[in-house]
């Protein structure tokens, strides 16, 4: 996996393409936060579209995780342990993610994440094709990522920090939940308009 670890210490600058696309999920994902109370909208769904197809396997619920040295996942646990009211949690998680958190796009790791529940048949998919297309059309806006995938371990910083995020809203998450990170090769990808 040192692709996917190298990929975490990438600088923002590194592709026009990648700074982009960080951009516009910062923004797209604090409007999401504070007009659809946190719910994901198509901008944070993409579309899976498998190597040797041209019909999408489905969609995804990605997760857009801050890069380690910006990391925030202990104080999501700690807003998620505080108390045992959802609706309290939610909130709160609300609050803090529709204020700052999306912020500074240069703070946040290129690779995408997304759950799913174990023993999924699509994650198991997905991780034995190894690399996917990820479609993202919304807001007058299309990205199409050509990614690795990688199926991370309990350990991993991003598979934590998806964790954190996702029990903020769903605290029931099995513990055995499969997280898929999607790294794009940001030459091989594309967007219309090019906003290269």
Known sequence: MSS?????????????????????????????MRDMQGRPNEAAMPDVI????????????????KQPAHSVTPEMLHMARRTRDRLYVRSQ????LSATYYQKAAEFSDILTATFPP??????????????????????????LDCKVWQLAEHNSLHEATMAHNR??????????????????????????NLT
């Open 93 to 96: 998680a609300i609050q803090f």
């Open 50 to 65: 498998l190597p040797g197809q041209t019909e999408p396997l489905g969609t995804v619920i990605t997760i857009l995780n």
């Open 4 to 32: 996917l670890a190298a990929t975490l210490g990438t600088s923002f600058d590194s592709h026009p393409l990648r700074r982009a696309f960080l951009k516009w999920q910062c923004r797209v994902r604090q409007l999401a």
């Open 168 to 193: 903020l809203f769903n605290p029931d998450l099995p513990a055995e939940t499969v997280v898929l990170g999607f790294e794009p090769e940001w030459a091989a990808s594309a967007s219309d308009p």
């Open 119 to 144: 023993g999924s048949p699509g994650a198991a998919q997905i991780r034995e094709a190894g690399r996917c297309r990820l479609v993202f059309d919304a807001y007058a806006q299309r990205f199409d």
